[in-house]
């Protein structure tokens, strides 16, 4: 197979066939959270604040399978921009391995983690008896995700995005109605509450597992025809692109989850106003998630072919989408922001509060879109160890800003009782301080040039 015949569409309508998907995806996916949170609402204040830092930790645990993904991603899209396809397919199918064992021992540690050690981050009673029993039944999400996430790998690589809608709707329409049917019990089935929440999510990723399975066999069956023994020559390649990014997206989220740790000791109240920020913040992400999973492809099929002289002008055109997508996903976060509250809150204090954080947001999201981009460019180009150094340089910074912003004002320090803290939309400004490193970061260690002929071997 020549390089020659796998090229690549930079124009504005080819780039946009191999995102749209993926933010169609992510935005189902917003939309399943939004539900979430609508039903956990309903039930009690601990139960969205108890299931929200749980599924933050099961986020932050899943990003070392998300960081090895891209990882393949990036490598089945280098050998596809070469024209390899006995290394590409290579690469797919030792990556299925890899995750079937780095499921299992994601299953084997958050378990073991739950029994206790993370409950005790948590200060108050009522959300750890939420948090722990949500977080055994989400565990075992591990196994089908970190299969899914294999075979979705692939796919983004080789630009066949539109492959992922079969499994992300059908992982989202099976959430909605068994959220439905399991939290506040309908559809003839008994009320589970917060608990229905986490199984109606592990059945969700059982489903879309599945329907990843049966396309795959339709469109690659020798996908499945696993090596008789490791792939030595693939595995140094994955962990020279994922060890780092594994780390990296760890970090990232690790250090994100810590924020609502940080924001839980402050006041229930603010820490549920920080879930919906959260999940308002995946707006911005359904859009953002789309470019950057675009540009690691991107940049790693035209370096792999030699186009390197496409690589500005498909950057330039990825940097438009993603901004202009970014203002119409989140224009009501500064337009229209009491509207938004009022569909979480009914006093006027919380809508007020609500308000002012998605104002804080706006800006956040736009900072986002601009450093995601050149972040995702880094990585794309195989630069994954200084991407990495950038993420550590900000999460450092984030966690700083976000132990001070979160810590009681130097005034009610000595008496307990009397202590104030910043106001939730002043704690959220942490998100500037993180993007401004993290593009500023990605800025410098592009300036060179020297990305474009591939920063990391991948041999």
């Known amino acids: 197979m020549s390089a020659s015949s796998n090229r690549l569409d930079i124009s504005t309508t080819g780039l946009l066939k191999i995102a749209l998907p993926i933010s169609i995806g992510t935005f189902v996916q917003f939309l399943v959270l939004l539900t979430d949170n609508f039903f956990l609402a309903r039930v009690s204040e601990s139960a969205i604040n108890g299931a929200g830092n749980a599924g933050l930790t099961y986020l932050t645990f899943g990003m070392l ?50 029994r206790g050690f993370l409950g005790q981050l948590i200060s108050s009673d009522i959300v750890r008896d939420v948090f722990e029993p949500f977080l055994a039944t989400r565990t ?35 959430n909605l109605v068994l959220d439905y049917a399991w939290i506040d019990g309908n559809l003839g089935f008994s009320a589970m509450g917060y608990i229905g929440a986490a199984r109606a999510s592990l059945t969700a990723e059982i489903t879309g597992f599945l329907v990843a399975v049966i396309v795959m066999l339709k469109v690659e069956p020798r996908f499945f025809k696993l090596p008789k023994r490791p ?19 760890l970090l990232t989220v690790g250090t994100w989850t810590s ?53 500005t002008p498909a950057l330039k055109r990825l940097a438009l989408i993603n901004i202009v997508g970014v203002i119409i996903m989140a224009h009501g976060f500064i337009l229209y922001p009491e509207t938004l509250a009022r569909i979480f809150f009914d006093d006027p204090q919380s809508i007020a509060s609500m308000s002012r954080t998605f104002t804080t947001l706006f800006i956040a999201v736009i900072g986002f879109s601009i450093s995601s981009l050149f972040l995702s460019t880094l990585e794309g180009a195989g630069g994954t160890r200084r991407a990495f150094l950038v993420e550590m340089i900000g999460a450092g910074c984030y966690l700083a800003t976000a132990f001070y912003l979160t810590s009681p ?3 009610a320090i000595n008496d307990p009782s009397l202590s104030q803290f910043y106001p939730i939309e002043i704690i959220w400004r942490v998100e500037w301080v993180y993007f401004t490193f993290i593009g500023i970061g990605s800025i410098l260690m592009l300036r060179n040039g020297k990305w474009r002929s591939g920063l990391e071997s991948l041999s």
Do not use: C
């Not at 280098?78 to 030792?94: C, P």
């Not at 792939?231 to 997206?249: C, F, R, T, Y």
């Open 65 to 114: 399978i998300f960081g090895s993904s891209t990882g393949i991603q990036i490598l089945v899209a280098r050998r596809y921009g070469e024209g390899n396809d006995a290394l590409q397919i290579r690469t797919g199918r030792m990556g299925l391995v890899i995750h079937s064992i780095l499921a299992i021992t994601l299953v084997t540690t958050v378990l073991l983690l739950n």
């Open 259 to 311: 924020f609502f740790f940080f924001v839980e000791k402050v006041g229930s109240t603010e820490l549920k106003i920080s879930h919906i920020g959260r999940n308002a913040f995946m707006l911005a992400f359904v859009v953002s998630s789309g470019i950057s999973q675009t540009t690691r492809t991107v940049v790693s099929q035209l370096i792999g072919a030699s186009r390197t002289s496409d690589l």
């Open 409 to 411: 004002i130097t005034s």
């Open 140 to 174: 075992w999400g591990f196994l089908p995700f970190g299969i899914t996430f294999a075979i979705t790998a692939y796919w983004t690589g080789l630009a066949r995005t539109k492959l992922l809608l079969a499994v992300s709707l059908t992982t989202a329409l099976t």
């Open 231 to 249: 792939d030595g020559v693939v595995i140094k390649a994955w962990w020279a692109i994922s060890g780092p990014l594994m780390g990296q997206l």
